[in-house]
């Protein structure tokens, strides 16, 4: 089987592109286990100081693949799930062109920095799929930008452009179009010149504001909705091309 996500290491750097541009670099089950793979080679290796996640095609990623959790989803949402929960160790930056939505948004979240095009959008369009956002969007997003802006990407399922979540601190860098990934290795040579084991301490301190147990409450707010006949109906949907019809169960 083709790698769904290409692993290159550079003077400390560990660089993770996904590779599924025929699929918009969707991701399912295959994305998160190697994804997993390159987050746990980053740990390991004493060698590795910092990672840098990107998407190939010139796009970051449409998030979760509708058509294989139309099929059967369990799989792949809870590999992400646990991908999107554990992260890494170590400093991660995202470096995105295009767009980063759904998942690939939450895939934003959960690493450290964010580097991004201008013109890239972002959203969390999930409840239009009669999904939730449970892989950390919900629970990162309002700590990260001012509540009413994350409530309005999470409710509306609307996008927001790279500018505007630039103006409201989200991102760090806003660079031209094909400039993000050049930009997130010099961020992430920057990083790399600092001491391993501080680096390492500095990111646990930062994330403790995410250590608090809303994961599990998340879950069981979360896991009846996935689980639904609309959770499938919005799938089919997607797939048919069609206005989904909604039956609330």
């Given at each position: 089987m083709n790698s769904?996500?290409?692993?290159?290491?550079?003077?400390?750097?560990l660089i993770a592109e996904i590779?599924?541009?025929?699929?918009?670099n969707a991701l399912n089950a295959a994305v998160a286990h190697e994804l997993?793979?390159?987050?746990?080679?980053?740990?390991s290796d004493d060698d590795l100081l910092v990672g840098v996640l990107t998407g190939a095609g010139g796009f970051f990623s449409s998030g979760l693949d509708l058509k294989e959790?139309?099929?059967d989803g369990s799989e792949a949402t809870n590999s992400l799930r646990e991908l999107l929960r554990r992260g890494s160790r170590k400093p991660i930056i995202a470096a995105v062109e295009g767009f980063a939505l759904a998942g690939g948004f939450e895939l934003c979240m959960m690493c450290d920095l964010i580097v991004a095009a201008r013109g890239?959008?972002?959203?969390?369009?999930?409840?239009?799929r009669a999904l939730v956002a449970n892989g950390g969007g919900l629970?990162?997003?309002?700590?990260?930008?001012?509540?009413?802006?994350?409530?309005?990407?999470?409710?509306t399922g609307g996008e927001m452009t790279a500018e505007r979540l630039y103006e409201?601190?989200?991102?760090?860098?806003?660079?031209?179009?094909g400039a993000a990934f050049d930009q997130g290795m010099l961020l992430a040579g920057e990083i790399s010149q600092c001491a391993p084991l501080a680096l390492v301490a500095t990111k646990q301190i930062l994330s403790l504001s995410d250590s608090v147990d809303g994961w599990s409450h998340q879950d069981s707010i979360a896991d009846p909705v996935f689980q639904s006949?609309?959770?499938?109906?919005?799938?089919?949907?997607?797939?048919?091309?069609?206005?989904?019809?909604?039956?609330?169960r």
């Open positions: 769904v996500v290409h692993v290159a290491r550079r003077d400390g750097i590779d599924r541009p025929d699929r918009r997993t793979d390159a987050l746990a080679a980053l740990d959790f139309g099929r890239a959008r972002f959203g969390l369009p999930e409840v239009k629970l990162r997003l309002p700590s990260r930008i001012p509540y009413s802006a994350a409530a309005e990407i999470a409710l409201l601190g989200l991102i760090n860098h806003l660079v031209s179009p006949s609309d959770a499938q109906e919005g799938a089919r949907a997607f797939i048919e091309k069609r206005p989904p019809r909604w039956a609330a």
